[in-house]
């Protein structure tokens, strides 16, 4: 059983990446490893699409925390999107929503970054 | 898998790899609803005991995945109470009592969170010890209907 997996999707210069199961402290490294290669692609505009997320603990929200400077020193962003209620209540208990950008559905997300308002 | 039930079924002890995490999840599940707490509430319990594990296993084991973590349950006078066992160093995180979300980005530390998480989840969190024996937190939630 996979507990937690990733998959990205290129829509131009914007990067949007699935997130799907269980990020704990023991998955946690499988999204670092998803955000560090696409660093190495100078990939720095990502979107993540948290609607097939199921559960999230502080060591996940460690992972956004680790690279959202570094993805705004390269002029991109982390922005969230699709967050089910308890995902999103966890982000909230955390202030999150006063540090990221977090929208309701991807494509809005997206044309953040295109400028397609 | 490392797991081990013991007779009286409330108490759950596994060995510190982080891969464990799932099974003490579903064993806090199971409980919180048996006593009859919320889905929502379930959810929250959940989280804390998560948060308590991950800081053993990071802090008190160093993340090594071998040593016994032992989760013990009980129901009294409208509270639940989950007593976390271990044998590893000690440490202490009483100091972090407020979170300063600004402070955790500028420096990009994330430690913390999971202390603040637990704190606001349950009803009381308490940390005690007996140096070079044990390390024990007690996390307790109150049924309210």
């Known amino acids: ?117 | 898998m490392n797991m081990n039930l013991d007779n009286s079924k409330n108490r759950l002890i596994v060995k510190s790899s982080t891969a464990n995490l799932i099974t003490i999840r579903k064993f806090i599940n199971n409980k919180a609803k048996t006593y009859g707490f919320s889905s929502s509430e379930t959810e929250d319990i959940v989280l804390a005991v998560d948060e308590a594990c991950t800081n053993i296993i990071k802090h008190s084991y160093h993340s090594k995945p071998n040593f016994d973590i032992e989760i013990t349950v009980s129901f009294s006078d409208n509270n639940f109470n989950i007593k976390i066992i271990d044998y590893g160093e000690t440490f202490e995180p009483a100091s972090i009592k407020e979170l300063n979300l600004e402070l955790y980005r500028k420096q990009r530390r994330v430690g913390g969170l999971g202390v603040y998480l637990m704190k606001t989840l349950m009803d009381d969190v308490t940390y005690s010890f007996v140096k070079n024996k044990y390390n024990q937190v007690l996390l307790i939630k109150k049924l309210i209907h």
Do not use: C, Q, W
């Open chain 1, 1 to 117: 059983m996979t507990e937690f997996n990733t998959s990205t999707k290129e829509i131009g210069d914007v990067n949007v990446v699935y997130l799907n199961g269980f990020l704990d402290a023991h998955t946690a490294s499988v999204l670092e490893d998803t955000f560090s290669s696409l660093v190495e692609h100078k990939k720095f505009k990502l979107v993540v699409n948290l609607k097939d997320l199921d559960y999230i603990s502080s060591a996940g929200l460690g992972v956004f925390m680790a690279f959202i400077e570094k993805m705004r020193e390269n002029k991109g962003d982390i922005k969230l999107t699709s967050m089910n209620e308890k995902v999103f209540n966890i982000f909230d208990l955390l202030g999150f929503p006063l540090l990221y950008e977090i929208f309701d559905n991807e494509e809005d997300a997206v044309n953040k970054f295109t400028g397609n308002e």
